[in-house]
């Protein structure tokens, strides 16, 4: 349990009660995401979730019992769902903008045994694993499908050149994601030589250490001197965001997907708006559409997520677990396991 921002707590707790509706879940896995380490380290937005309160969205596990008035699922299926479910009626829905629905159900608590899906959510955002799909493997669905959402909304093309800032696992599943929709070439940016390396291993075609390399010379020399179609900022930090924005060529794309701390403000030439016709979008979250797509393309192996599984450990060493997040340079994802 959290009880304020680095108060990280391993508590007993009741099984939650079904009711109409409801479906109980028993986790078999629950991975790690950059989300749950800054909800750890700074606090989230209070419409996301609101502390103290158990946390980690990343999950799959087996239906233990379902409430009545449901034909499905049924007791013993592997299953995951969103941790989300739009309302499907406020304006934001009825424009098909389903990410930013105004009455989202949230759904937290995968760090422990159980976890209890409400109604809506069970209609609008659970699937079942196909039984060839690890756990493991059907816990990045939330990940790949927040993924999934932003690479739409830059609209990628084949024969771009992407650029990716960061290494860590949403930009991994960035770069899975892209190579699938055949873009010429791929560029990668972090601080960390360990990080690269494994980008290296996953088909990135250059690096760039930005640590002790110029990126912006970098870029332009990979590019031919124009630099990228599209920029994907995938850290979170507003000097990455306006990075990503000195990267990009006339008439290119900046996706700005890592969430900045609350509050934060960058600043944008307006020449570069006007003149370059820059297109810079942010993307938040996902929609129940991309949770399917992801799990099809995860279960297909169409995109591989289980190369990104570093490392399993058990839910009583969650703090361990956070610890190497904040510390480690090379590790990807971590599976936690009740």
């Given amino acids: 349990m959290l009880y304020g921002v680095k108060d990280l707590r391993i508590e007993d707790v009741k099984v939650p009660k079904v009711k109409t509706g409801e479906v109980l879940v028993r986790v078999k896995a629950a991975t790690t995401c950059g989300t749950d380490l800054k909800i750890f380290q700074r606090g989230y937005v209070e419409k996301v979730i609101r502390l103290p309160t158990v946390f980690g969205h990343e999950w799959a596990g087996d239906v233990v019992e379902v409430g009545d008035g449901l034909q499905w699922p049924k007791k013993g299926m592997r299953v ?56 493991e493997e059907a816990a990045v669905t ?24 960061g290494a860590g696992p949403i930009g991994l599943l960035h770069l899975l994601t892209v190579k699938k929709m055949g873009v010429e070439k791929t560029i990668m940016i972090d601080l960390v030589d360990e990080r690269l390396d494994f980008a290296k291993k996953l088909g990135v075609v250059e690096t760039i250490n930005s640590k002790r390399e110029d990126v912006i010379e970098r870029v332009r020399h990979f590019t031919k001197g124009y630099g990228a179609d599209i920029v994907i900022e995938a850290i979170g930090l507003p000097v990455t965001w306006e990075q990503a924005l000195k990267l990009v060529q006339k008439g290119g794309t900046v996706l700005e997907f890592g969430g900045c701390p609350p509050g ?16 810079v979008t942010g993307t938040f979250h996902t929609t129940p559409l991309h949770f399917r797509r992801a799990l099809n393309l995860i279960a ?32 990807i994802k971590i599976g936690i396991i009740p």
């Fill in 300 to 331: 297909s192996r169409t995109i591989d997520v289980r190369q990104l599984i570093t490392r399993k450990m058990e839910l009583k060493d969650l703090k361990k677990a956070f610890e190497i997040l904040s510390t480690s340079k090379t590790e």
């Fill in 142 to 165: 939330e990940p790949l499908a927040c993924v999934l959402h932003g690479v739409e909304n830059a609209g990628v093309k084949l024969g771009d050149t992407v650029v990716i800032i």
């Fill in 80 to 135: 995951r769902a969103g941790n989300s479910a739009p309302c499907l009626r406020c304006t934001m829905c009825q424009k098909g903008r389903y990410n930013l629905c105004e009455n989202m159900i949230w759904l937290w608590g995968a760090y422990a045994e159980y976890i209890k899906v409400p109604p809506h959510m069970v209609l609008v955002n659970m699937q079942e694993i196909p039984r060839h799909v690890g756990y």
């Fill in 264 to 279: 934060t403000e960058i600043k944008v030439k307006t020449e570069q708006l006007h003149y370059g016709e820059t297109t």
